[in-house]
């Protein structure tokens, strides 16, 4: 299983899922917010604020929070915020990838280091993991919208580069500079995604033990759990043995 997958599962089955969506929503609201005053706040005129709402309206994040983001940019209270990349590793050679919006560059970039040195990683340079991954757009529909076959030909039509298919729904994969634009030609033929992202996609994955498994899902917690945090992406697997083992601790 993915390690991040694993990480997610673990934590809703702890109990956390409420306040991990409640944090998810504040920082949907942050990008929202962004985006908006760095544009224009009409999303059909905005593409990053059309992604921001459409990967927001994908995680059921109510529509009252999506239009109070977009008032506070347009009321221009709103604080300036930047977007910076942490590149680093987490114990066992895992590469790790950490996406933040700041207003503050030094508290963040603190923050960041210290969970990498508490939990056994090194922070490294911008770049430094980066070659590792590669840079795209995802979007996942449940099954249900309809066939492969039907769902590989809208993604064909609206742009994709690719569609993998399986029990548990499909995955369109696309260039990361147009997902907002072929997101919302899917929407109008297959209704709202299930999720719609940008991620970093590991070129090849480590698949780590018991031993380092922990660690690193405890890194990537405190990490997701720093408000300025947006998004954390890291290259290792974790086999169902270990998974659950790590569950029933």
């Given at each position: 299983?993915?390690?991040?997958?694993?990480?997610?599962?673990?934590?809703?089955?702890?109990?956390?899922?409420?306040?991990?969506?409640?944090?998810?929503?504040?920082?949907?609201?942050?990008?929202?917010?962004?985006?908006?005053?760095?544009?224009?706040?009409?999303?059909?005129?905005?593409?990053?604020?059309?992604?921001?709402?459409?990967?927001a309206r994908a995680e059921n994040m109510p529509n009252d929070n999506i239009s109070r983001a977009i008032k506070k940019a347009a009321g221009g209270d709103s604080e300036?915020?930047?977007?910076?990349?942490?590149?680093?590793?987490?114990?066992?050679?895992?590469?790790?990838?950490?996406?933040?919006?700041?207003?503050?560059?030094?508290?963040?970039?603190?923050?960041?280091?210290?969970?990498?040195?508490?939990?056994?990683?090194?922070?490294?340079?911008?770049?430094?993991?980066?070659?590792?991954?590669?840079?795209?757009?995802?979007?996942?529909?449940?099954?249900?919208?309809?066939?492969?076959?039907?769902?590989?030909?809208?993604?064909?039509?609206?742009?994709?580069?690719?569609?993998?298919?399986?029990?548990?729904?499909?995955?369109?994969?696309?260039?990361?500079?147009?997902?907002?634009?072929?997101?919302?030609?899917?929407?109008?033929?297959?209704?709202?995604?299930?999720?719609?992202?940008?991620?970093?996609?590991?070129?090849?994955?480590?698949?780590?033990?018991?031993?380092?498994?922990?660690?690193?899902?405890?890194?990537?917690?405190?990490?997701?759990?720093?408000?300025?945090?947006?998004?954390?992406?890291?290259?290792?697997?974790?086999?169902?043995?270990?998974?659950?083992?790590?569950?029933?601790?």
């Open positions: 299983m993915a390690g991040h997958s694993a990480y997610k599962n673990i934590m809703h089955k702890k109990g956390r899922k409420d306040a991990a969506r409640a944090k998810m929503f504040a920082k949907f609201a942050r990008e929202i917010t962004v985006a908006a005053k760095a544009g224009m706040p009409d999303p059909a005129m905005n593409p990053r604020l059309r992604l921001a709402i459409q990967t300036a915020y930047e977007t910076i990349r942490y590149e680093g590793y987490a114990p066992g050679g895992v590469a790790v990838i950490v996406e933040a919006l700041t207003d503050n560059r030094n508290r963040t970039g603190g923050a960041v280091r210290a969970v990498f040195t508490k939990y056994g990683g090194n922070l490294g340079s911008t770049g430094s993991v980066a070659h590792m991954f590669q840079h795209i757009g995802e979007i996942t529909y449940p099954g249900k919208v309809g066939s492969a076959d039907a769902v590989l030909e809208a993604a064909i039509d609206a742009g994709a580069d690719d569609v993998q298919s399986d029990d548990h729904g499909h995955v369109i994969t696309c260039s990361a500079d147009s997902l907002g634009t072929i997101a919302g030609d899917l929407e109008s033929k297959l209704g709202e995604a299930t999720s719609v992202k940008m991620t970093w996609k590991p070129n090849l994955s480590t698949e780590v033990g018991e031993d380092h498994a922990e660690s690193i899902m405890k890194m990537i917690a405190a990490l997701e759990d720093d408000d300025d945090v947006q998004t954390v992406f890291a290259n290792f697997e974790i086999s169902d043995d270990v998974l659950q083992k790590l569950t029933a601790a």
